[in-house]
């Protein structure tokens, strides 16, 4: 007779913030003995309320009778490739900053002016400023400030 081994996936991100806990411990026991949670959202504090960061050594815990695996930084595991997928995606916008000046090409383009999250002192990104408590100001409006001239166009 087979036994059906569940495997649950959290993968949870809500950029600049903690990860919101999902599963709880009393979730958990509901689930079969054998069944594995895969916690993605570790590097943000982990969805699951039994998570707790392990590494690719020691990868692998149990909390009554559930395998966790809560590798924190997953990408590690396949450091190469990660590398060449994380500068395929962000080369152009380096490229762009680096040719430009960061207001500038924050000013044209949006996808740059969403990845700055400290400008001149100031936390530009809400989740950020949310997570640690601190002032928001809107990324335009400090680069407004900053250079008079930027009407970001």
């Known amino acids: 007779m087979a ?3 569940v495997v649950l996936v959290g993968a949870v991100l809500i950029p600049g913030a903690k990860a919101p806990r999902l599963l ?3 979730m958990l026991g509901l ?4 069944s594995v ?3 993605v959202a570790i590097d943000q504090g982990g969805c699951f309320e039994t998570s707790k960061p392990t590494t690719h050594d020691d990868c692998i815990y149990e909390v009554d009778g559930i395998i966790h ?3 924190a930084n997953m990408p590690g595991a396949v450091s190469f490739t990660a590398t060449q997928a994380l500068t ?5 916008y380096a490229l762009e900053i680096a040719d430009n000046g960061i207001e500038p090409a924050a000013g044209r383009n949006p996808e740059i002016a969403k990845g700055v999250n400290i ?3 100031m936390v530009t990104y809400e989740g950020v400023a949310e997570a640690f408590d601190m002032d928001f100001k809107p990324v335009d409006t400090v680069l407004a400030a900053s250079n008079p001239a930027n009407t970001g166009g």
């Open 88 to 92: 395929n995606a962000t080369l152009p």
């Open 3 to 5: 036994v059906l081994v």
């Open 69 to 71: 695996y809560c590798v």
């Open 31 to 34: 689930m079969k003995k054998g």
């Open 119 to 121: 400008y001149k002192g």
């Open 37 to 39: 949670v895969v916690d």
């Open 24 to 26: 709880t411990r009393q």
